[in-house]
């Protein structure tokens, strides 16, 4: 990372919020720091972009916005940005998405002002203060200018504006009822001329998230009228959050199978950056202590690290997805045992069943065995950084042979203590049984009833896996 780009973090406080910001996992806080390096380069020699952050349903392009506005907001005192978060689905009840972009900006002003604590954010609650009428004289140009949308559906106007804006469109009617595009081109140029007022001090940004989720017709027009709003303005930057396959399918749906999609696409995007799954860094035991304080760390006596464990596991799984699956085991676990506490080896083989049988499909063969020497992956691409793991960080195990039977099969003695990594292979064993190698536990184990009894709670929560999607 460049030194400037170092320097944000010195500048970044993130202490507006109440709640605390989600734990970042999968460190996004690099790639929020290149962001701010790239637009402190733009507001520093007044340029204008639009650039989008493309990432998969589910990598996290939300969470990375919102840490993105968050530490804007707070850069130098809030003086070098104005940031505004415009979510398109939210807002598609506008059927004109001029009108939907003016109230999110609208609205996300009235949640910063209420963020703040005058005290010490004074400065940002000034400039909030003087950029409001300046979007609501936007507003109210849209509403004389026939965007079919009454000024108090967008905020509250004193009467006399609103009589006003019905006489300036009667006039508007009769001088330019030739030109049917006529108030649309002036709506756009007096919002430019006002947005100029906005940018003379600060970099505006416009954050827009959730496009994907809109219709694709009114995708196509919540693009087309960001670039007619702040396209050739200085000191603006525009950052949508993309889908870019799920884009290029919408722009070949509106235009046909043909369309040059690249073509089309660069009348409204600069440039984009990907935001890839990303590896996990964070602490799982802190996103996810509600599900872990359904267990009891105390009835197992090791040294197993929890956070490894779940990052392996997960590592090569989006975090939208982890999350979706964590809340569903979750709700499995306190269906199945409301009053009960387990300890940590069925946490993480309820984890590793949940993965496997749900996220790889895996649920008549093992894909992962162990030769008593060597672990081995049956099934190819499953779960790489967790094999990778497995072998790292298990790779001796105090396993000792403990006789073999006819047909080739043979059965491997756990000694004790039993550490988890060794029960959750023979747990792997007990719910795929292989036909050459099996696996027992030492009888002198200290909770071998209780492994035994494991084994048909697993069952239990495999049935309701299927059930409950």
């Known amino acids: 990372m460049c030194a400037a780009a170092q320097s944000t973090s010195s500048n970044v406080t993130p202490t507006a919020l109440e709640n605390p910001f989600p734990v970042d996992l999968l460190n996004r806080q690099a790639i929020v720091d290149q962001m701010i390096h790239l637009l402190d380069i733009l507001s520093d020699s007044r340029s204008s972009c639009t650039f989008a952050l493309n990432g998969k349903w589910g990598s996290g ?42 109230a999110a900006m609208l609205d996300s002003l009235n949640d910063q002002t209420n963020l703040f604590s005058p005290d ?60 049917q595009y006529y108030a649309f081109k002036e709506v756009i140029q007096s919002a430019k001329v006002e947005l100029e007022k906005l940018a003379a001090t600060q970099m505006v940004v416009i954050v827009v998230d959730e496009l994907d989720r809109c219709l694709p017709d009114y995708a196509i027009k919540v693009l087309e009228r960001l670039h007619h709003l702040f396209y050739g303005l200085e000191n603006v930057s525009v ?10 399918t919408t722009v070949k749906q509106i235009f046909g199978e043909n369309t040059n999609v690249t073509t089309y696409l660069k009348k409204f995007i600069n440039f984009e950056l990907t935001l890839d799954v990303g590896k996990i860094e964070g602490s799982f035991t802190e996103r996810y202590a509600d599900y872990i304080s359904l267990f009891d760390e105390t009835l197992l006596d090791t040294n197993f690290s929890i956070d490894k464990y779940f990052a392996a596991l997960f590592s090569d799984i989006e975090i939208r997805e982890q999350e979706r699956l964590i809340d569903r085991i979750k709700t499995i676990h306190q269906m199945l045992f409301p009053q009960e506490k387990k300890d940590l080896s069925f946490m993480c083989f309820e984890l590793l069943w949940l993965v496997f049988a749900e996220f790889y499909n895996l649920r008549e063969d093992v894909p992962i065995y162990f030769d008593g020497k060597k672990f081995y992956v049956k099934t190819k691409g499953v779960a790489p950084h967790f094999i990778e793991y497995m072998n790292s960080e298990w790779g001796n195990f105090d396993i000792r042979h403990a006789q073999a039977y006819a047909g080739e099969r043979e059965a491997y003695a756990f000694p004790t203590p039993i550490d988890i990594p060794q029960i959750l292979l023979w747990y792997l064993w007990q719910m795929y049984p292989y036909p050459r190698i099996t696996y027992r536990l030492s009888s002198n184990c200290p909770h071998l009833s209780e492994y035994q009894k494991y084994l048909e709670d697993f069952k239990k929560i495999d049935t309701l896996l299927k059930l409950i999607k």
């Open 120 to 179: 010490t954010h004074e400065s940002i609650r000034r400039k909030i203060a003087a950029a409001k009428p300046i979007l609501k004289t936007i507003a109210a140009s849209f509403a004389k200018n026939k965007l079919g949308v009454d000024p108090t559906d967008i905020f509250t106007l004193a009467d006399e504006t609103v009589s006003a804006t019905e006489q300036a469109k009667e006039k508007m009617e009769d001088e330019h009822s030739y030109d």
């Open 239 to 248: 950052l949508l959050a993309v889908d870019k396959f799920q884009l290029d």
């Open 61 to 102: 392009k939300t969470f990375v916005l919102n840490m993105l506005e968050q530490q804007l907001r707070e850069y130098q005192d809030g003086e070098k940005y104005i940031v505004f978060h415009y979510n398109c689905w939210q807002y598609d009840y506008y059927e004109e998405p001029l009108v939907a972009i003016i």
